[in-house]
């Protein structure tokens, strides 16, 4: 059973451009949540998704980021017009259900480089 | 909202030692569930163990326990017969039992940096 996936590894964008991170679930998991850490911190929530809704997305910044979390495919994290202080690593989790006693998955991360 | 404080920023141990790390935390909640997650060079998030508020005993695996005191939002972890394997950054981290407001998610410390000394 392969775990969480997220691709790329690592990317790099120039400030102005957009950066989408995608993130496939473990097989059977319905439920995604998007982590970011910046560096010297720890990993800060940013939105939990169901698929094809949006559960919770208390921990965006209002501006740029969006996600989402189609019938088919990844779950995708959205940044437009990326600045330096958008790098980051971003990791997604995956779980079969929502609540506490779900254990939430991590995937390897995202590191975006903003230049 | 809840909060998680690491009050160590780097630890080093001698390799087959023993080594504790702090963690407090502060809510209002009653229940809830506590984690430490480990993070090698690789940077994947390895849950290391997992504690119920509501349960007194300790959880332990294998040569990983903790030392849980509810009333004063206290969660340390003990690493006994250290390895080199177990370098790596160490979170902790808070879930609530309630949703929305960003309540689904973890809240994570800033992480202690352990080193094994060979």
């Known amino acids: 059973n392969a775990g969480v996936m997220q691709n790329p590894r690592h990317l790099v964008r120039r400030r102005g451009q957009e950066a989408r991170l995608r993130c496939s679930p473990m097989?059977?998991?319905?439920?995604v949540y998007w982590y970011r850490q910046l560096p010297e911190e720890g990993l800060k929530f940013m939105v939990y998704?169901?698929?094809?809704?949006?559960?919770?997305e208390s921990g965006m910044p209002k501006e740029r980021f969006s996600a989402e979390f189609p019938k088919e495919g990844p779950s995708i994290l959205r940044i437009q017009q990326v600045v330096r202080g958008d790098s980051a690593a971003y990791f997604c989790?995956?779980?079969?259900?929502?609540?506490?006693?779900?254990?939430?998955?991590f995937g390897p991360g995202t590191r975006l480089t903003v230049t | 909202a809840q909060t998680v404080t690491q009050s160590q920023p780097e630890m080093s141990v001698q390799e087959a030692e023993t080594v504790t790390l702090s963690c407090t935390y502060d809510t209002s909640e009653s229940d809830y569930y506590l984690f430490w997650y480990k993070q090698p060079p690789s940077r994947q998030m390895i849950l290391v163990i997992r504690q119920e508020a509501y349960k007194q005993q300790n959880a332990t695996e294998n040569r990983f326990s903790v030392n849980f005191q509810k009333a004063a939002k206290s969660f340390s972890l003990k690493i006994s017969d250290s390895q080199l394997g177990d370098a790596a950054m160490y979170f902790c981290?808070?879930?609530?039992?309630?949703?929305?407001?960003?309540?689904?998610?973890?809240?994570f410390g800033k992480g202690t940096h352990l080193i094994i000394q060979p």
């Open positions: 097989k059977g998991h319905s439920h």
């Open positions: 981290a808070y879930r609530s039992l309630n949703s929305g407001g960003g309540a689904d998610g973890l809240t």
């Open positions: 998704l169901q698929k094809e809704n949006i559960i919770d």
């Open positions: 989790a995956s779980s079969p259900a929502g609540g506490t006693r779900y254990e939430q998955y």
